[in-house]
């Protein structure tokens, strides 16, 4: 069965802090996503991690993927308020054709 | 580049009506599109998949009697819900996916529709 699990699922955190979503994933793949979804919104695009030992940065976020240990990080540097919103990871399991999401996890990052 | 749209955004409609979808790719080709379910503070579920010209491809559980899904040209999918009930409400996004897009590995995203039936 092909699974995508996200933890934690809600995370509340002072800004300045720092953190970790993890997602681990249930069969081999090397295509992995990260978006980012507001309150009422679609979803945006934040990394694309095609590769064992990725890594990507943009601003606070730092995302990496490790194939062989079916996992990937979302981490966060310093949080800020901007940040809060509902982060999903999703895996690419059969070359293109289907994305299978992660449950989300809930960011508040408090003043 | 890589734009998808969608409309309407939002959309009410009664009980036992039809409500038709529509998902554009702006600026590419999509020979894939892909069509999601959200219910509130839950995850995307994927409900289909549809080529350009042949028919979708639905996922174990969604009845696709009720959820129409064409892909008639490279640019346009539409999703209609037919006979839609309460329990059809729920925030509906496309993607896309096209070789003459930014990369062959990411699906774009449209804005969503949101769906309430009364």
């Known amino acids: 069965e092909l699974k995508v699990e996200q933890n934690p699922l809600f995370l509340s955190m002072q800004e300045g802090k720092n953190y970790t979503i993890y997602c681990n994933y249930s069969?081999?793949?090397?295509?992995l996503y990260w978006y980012r979804q507001d309150p009422g919104k679609s979803l945006e695009s934040l990394f694309v991690?095609?590769?064992?030992?990725a890594v990507k940065q943009e601003g606070r976020l730092m995302a990496s993927l490790d194939t062989k240990a079916r996992l990937s990080t979302l981490h966060i540097t310093a949080a800020v308020h901007d940040l809060s919103a509902t982060y999903f990871c999703?895996?690419?399991?059969?070359?293109?054709?289907?994305?299978?999401f992660g449950g989300g996890t809930r960011l508040m990052v408090k003043p | 580049g890589a734009v998808v749209s969608q409309h309407p955004s939002w959309v009410i409609c009664k009980s036992g009506t039809s409500v038709k979808i529509e998902c554009r790719s702006l600026?590419?080709?999509?020979?894939?599109m892909f069509w999601y379910r959200q219910f509130p503070k839950q995850s995307l579920m994927l409900m289909a998949t549809?080529?350009?010209?042949?028919?979708?491809?639905?996922e174990q559980g969604v009845e696709k009697d009720k959820f129409l899904i064409n892909h008639a040209s490279l640019t346009l999918s539409t999703l209609t819900v037919t006979s839609a009930h309460p329990e059809d409400s729920s925030f509906y996004i496309c993607?896309?996916?096209?070789?003459?897009?930014?990369?062959?590995?990411?699906?774009?995203f449209g804005p969503g529709t949101r769906l309430t039936v009364t």
């Open positions: 993607s896309a996916r096209g070789t003459t897009s930014g990369s062959i590995y990411e699906q774009y």
């Open positions: 069969t081999t793949s090397d295509r």
């Open positions: 991690l095609l590769s064992n030992g």
């Open positions: 999703a895996v690419d399991f059969d070359a293109g054709n289907m994305l299978t």
């Open positions: 600026d590419f080709q999509a020979t894939t």
């Open positions: 549809s080529n350009e010209g042949s028919k979708a491809t639905y």
